[in-house]
């Protein structure tokens, strides 16, 4: 405990008002203070002229034969900072005033103040509570009262502090009289001073001084009836501060800067209490500081209003982490509650309404994007520059924005521009030779519009945000059944080059804008159409289908194809669709027996050819999970499927080996070398026998016959459906072989991946192999040789250790940065070389998954092909988060599946 010198304690207590009052009476009312609003540092010595003008404009000059007053020039402001009080600003600091020594003799002398404003005396010795009578109540006055308080006696305060205890009879009883004793034991309640802005708050006028450093070093005492914020002296400033409180913002913001100040504070207080009760041997008045502090203080409204800032997290912390949870928990809020329509009931499909999709349909129809806008940039023609019309420039910037991509190295894709572009340039053009046309001003004017994009500032970032935002509020929502749905693509495409999947015939030819006129919108009956967006347009029909699942349609002009606006892959249509589409593959399961031993009996029908080559091609449906394959015209993608193989396909091997190689769907090469049945293998031989290459194998199939066949032998079955049940019973079969549960998370997730690559495999799902590959391996190599090192500088470090030597600095990084220096705990070393050990593992396991993964597309199975009742099953069942399988997307998506699965977790497909 430390002792304050008498030095210090003369330079500490002469600047304060003395108020002595007996334990048993109320306390006197202070001067009110001028509020000022001081602008710079208060001078060390102010005027003594400062505290008559306070006086002369104080309403409650008469009360001032109560109190007994002490030199304090310190505490007073300078003249030119000080502004006369006005009477509405002055009256209201009477009651501010009153209820400020309240509060102190309430805390400091063994008298508290109830709610209702009464006091309750307690026992302790009155001694004890004008030592804090006198500590706590330090108001300004002037250098007219200091002669006449230097012959005053000394205060309990200063001897206290000095060791001694004060004499009973060195209270100034007559100080307070008779007046004083009358003063009603109801004092100002605490409401009135809130409410007055100008009048000194006295919840803001405590806090930890922050002028020097012995004062903030003095201990403090918490009000009973104030919110528990330290009480200290104050001196020039601090008092100034404390008239000044009155003006809101400012004292709001003082006490929250002070906030963090009242704990250490209020224990610095009881420490010097405790002290100075067991100088004077009163074991009582010990423990009774320590609890006050620590009882719970009567709120204020103030504080209510404005409640203490909470405390800083700190780095790393929980509070600090747990943030960021924010953003994400409000883009939750904004999306559209999923509907679990597996929990309602269908009984409403029957009759006439057996294959309806919906009853109530409403929707505002579709998006139209901008129309173009010109830049105005030309082209060169043979190095001269040539102006072009609106029409003419759109055209070539469109196909300027492929210049730099593997479009540019296919000729049809040159060639059918060229064609179409030629036609829009006119017969009077002057441009006549594709070959010295060259569109790089415009494809500059186009990287520089998207750095632009890039750099954007917030504000404009936000904004395209907020439209977006709003036009999905608007197009991309329909309501079905009652039920907000999300529609997928709301927006009608724009016009541009047609790109096409792999070698198409059609690539580089112009799509065409899709005005309002060809777009047939799908509503409910009695809905209003939605109003057309585009003025002096109008739509190009309505419908009321109810088996079907499409708002809107149009027929494109490259293929003659229609598209559609669909429901977002999230929605309670998509969901019902798939779950169908699960379910008729898994009744597949039941019959294939049945359906297989249908096709083998006819492999050998030599009499009926047609019956013959359709057991051949569901031989190769089934068991290599062919698509059907239908005809194609000559414009389009030479793409084929089981019914529309050629000779040129297939090659006959030896040992019943089969050799296909040929374009499936979107281009993508399948090549596969298998062995067959021999009866199949027969069977090529004889269709291909005598034929050209460029010949069909089943010349005598077609797909519309082969799917009639397949729906006699059960209800919804196509060639699809073969594919379907055989990538889900494939998958089931692959996971089925794990029996590892010691494997970590990552092998696990490794395990399940394989089984995925297999799948992908029987169904085609191949990729060319992605460009940023080979560097990707390379980092991982590099991160995997990085951690290897730190590995050996950390054994390094432990033998150092060991062997009682200094541990080495580290060397910086590439990056300049000093490294972090290893503990010199040797358990705390052997723990990080675990670690590291772990993350090389985990490195090892990424490389292989991406080496595995860079020819198979495993995505478009999971979402489409696997019953993911399948998948979430394994998951369960081995401590697997699907979070690890299923991105956020796949798993809205397949809600329904998860919901299965929970209720049934042991389904097997």
Request: hydrophobic share 25%.
């Amino acid at each position: 405990m430390r002792i304050d010198s008498d030095d210090e304690i003369e330079e500490r207590d002469t600047p304060a008002m003395v108020l002595v009052t007996p334990a048993d009476q109320p306390a006197p009312q202070p001067a009110t203070q001028p509020t000022t609003q001081p602008t710079t540092k208060p001078a060390p010595q102010p005027t003594p002229q400062t505290a008559p003008q306070t006086n002369a404009t104080d309403p409650v000059k008469d009360n001032n034969n109560k109190r007994k007053r002490e030199p304090s020039d310190s505490a007073l402001p300078p003249p030119e900072q000080k502004r006369p009080r006005t009477t509405a600003e002055a009256k209201p600091a009477v009651d501010a005033n009153k209820m400020e020594v309240i509060e102190k003799e309430s805390n400091n002398s063994a008298t508290t103040v109830t709610p209702k404003g009464e006091k309750e005396v307690q026992p302790p010795k009155p001694q004890g509570a004008e030592k804090k009578v006198a500590e706590n109540v330090t108001k300004p006055v002037g250098k007219a009262a200091a002669a006449k308080a230097k012959n005053a006696p000394p205060t309990p305060n200063a001897q206290e502090k000095e060791g001694q205890t004060p004499k009973k009879e060195e209270t100034p009883k007559t100080v307070t009289g008779k007046k004083e004793a009358q003063t009603p034991k109801k004092e100002t309640p605490a409401k009135p001073l809130k409410k007055a802005n100008s009048t000194p708050d006295v919840k803001k006028s405590s806090g930890t001084p922050k002028n020097t450093k012995e004062e903030q070093k003095r201990p403090v005492t918490r009000s009973s009836s104030a919110k528990a914020t330290p009480t200290k002296k104050k001196n020039k400033s601090e008092s100034e501060s404390e008239s000044e409180s009155g003006s809101g913002s400012e004292s709001e913001s003082e006490s929250g800067s002070e906030s963090g100040s009242d704990e250490s504070g209020s224990e610095s207080g009881s420490e010097e209490e405790s002290s100075s009760s067991s100088e004077k041997k009163t074991p009582k008045k010990k423990t009774t500081p320590k609890a006050k502090p620590k009882a719970k203080p009567t709120p204020k409204k103030k504080a209510k209003e404005e409640p203490p800032p909470k405390k800083k997290a700190k780095r790393g912390s929980k509070q600090e982490k747990e943030e960021p949870k924010r953003g994400r928990k409000k883009k939750e809020e904004d999306a559209v509650p999923i509907h679990k329509w597996w929990e309602e009931d269908d009984d409403w499909k029957k009759g006439e309404k057996k294959n309806w999709k919906w009853r109530t349909l409403e929707h505002q129809g579709v998006y139209f994007g901008p129309d173009y806008e010109p830049h105005g940039i030309p082209i060169l023609y043979d190095g001269e520059k040539v102006k072009l019309t609106p029409a003419q420039e759109e055209w070539a910037t469109y196909f300027a924005r492929y210049l730099d991509t593997d479009h540019m190295k296919k000729d049809q894709f040159r060639k059918n521009f060229w064609k179409e572009w030629k036609a829009v340039l006119g017969k009077n053009t002057t441009i006549k030779s594709f070959k010295k046309v060259d569109f790089s001003l415009i494809k500059s004017h186009l990287d520089t519009a998207k750095e632009e994009r890039k750099n954007r500032s917030k504000e404009e970032k936000n904004k395209e945000k907020e439209e977006k935002k709003a036009l999905k509020e608007k197009y991309g929502f329909a309501i079905v059944d009652g039920h907000k749905e999300a529609i997928g693509n709301f927006t009608v495409e724009p016009p541009g080059l047609f790109l096409g999947r792999g070698q198409h015939p059609k690539a580089g030819m112009f799509k065409q804008r899709v005005t309002p006129e060809q777009i047939t919108l799908n509503l409910g009956e009695g809905v209003d159409p939605p109003k057309c967006p585009i003025p002096g347009h109008k739509w190009g029909g309505i419908v009321h289908n109810h088996e079907v699942t499409w708002l809107a349609t149009w027929r494109e002009n490259i293929n003659g194809q229609n598209k559609y606006v669909l429901f977002s892959a999230q929605s309670s249509m998509r969901g019902r669709s798939d779950r169908s589409k699960f379910e008729t593959a898994k009744r597949l399961k039941k019959c294939i027996g049945k359906i297989r031993k249908d096709y083998t009996a006819n492999l050998k029908n030599a009499d009926d050819e047609v019956a013959q080559q359709r057991a051949t091609a569901m031989w190769v449906i089934d068991r290599l999970a062919l698509r059907v394959g239908n005809d194609k015209s000559e414009d389009e993608a030479d793409t084929v499927g089981c019914c529309s193989l050629r000779c040129e396909h297939v090659k006959l091997l030896d040992d019943n080996k089969l050799e296909f190689d040929f374009l499936g769907k979107d281009s993508m090469r399948y090549h596969n070398v298998v062995e067959v049945d021999p009866q199949v293998y027969k069977n090529f031989k004889t269709f291909m026998s005598g034929k050209k290459k460029s010949e069909q194998i089943f010349d005598r199939l077609s797909p519309p016959s082969l799917n009639s066949h397949l729906q006699s032998l059960m209800d919804g079955l196509t060639a699809k459906v073969f594919r379907t049940y055989n990538a889900s019973i494939t998958m089931q079969k692959e996971l089925s072989k794990f029996d590892e549960d010691e494997m970590t998370v990552e092998e696990k997730v490794l395990f399940f991946n394989r089984a995925s690559v297999q799948v992908a495999k029987l169904c085609n799902h191949q990729r060319s192999v992605p460009k940023t590959h080979q560097t990707q391996m390379e980092k991982i190599d590099d991160q995997i040789k990085d951690t290897e090192d730190e590995i050996a500088e950390v054994k390094a470090h432990i033998k150092r250790l060991n062997a009682g030597k200094e541990a080495k600095k580290r060397a910086a990084g590439e990056d300049g940065k000093e490294k972090k220096p290893f503990s010199n705990n040797v358990e705390t070393c052997k723990r990080k070389i675990e670690a590291l050990e772990d993350r090389i593992r985990k490195l090892k396991i990424k490389k292989k998954e991406k080496d595995t993964l860079k020819e198979v597309s495993t995505s478009t199975s999971k979402v489409n092909y696997i019953d993911p009742r399948i998948s979430l099953v394994w998951c369960q069942k081995h401590n697997v988060d699907i979070k690890k399988i299923f991105a956020k997307t796949m798993r809205d998506k397949f809600a329904w599946a998860i919901a299965e699965v929970e209720a049934t977790p042991d389904f097997v497909f």
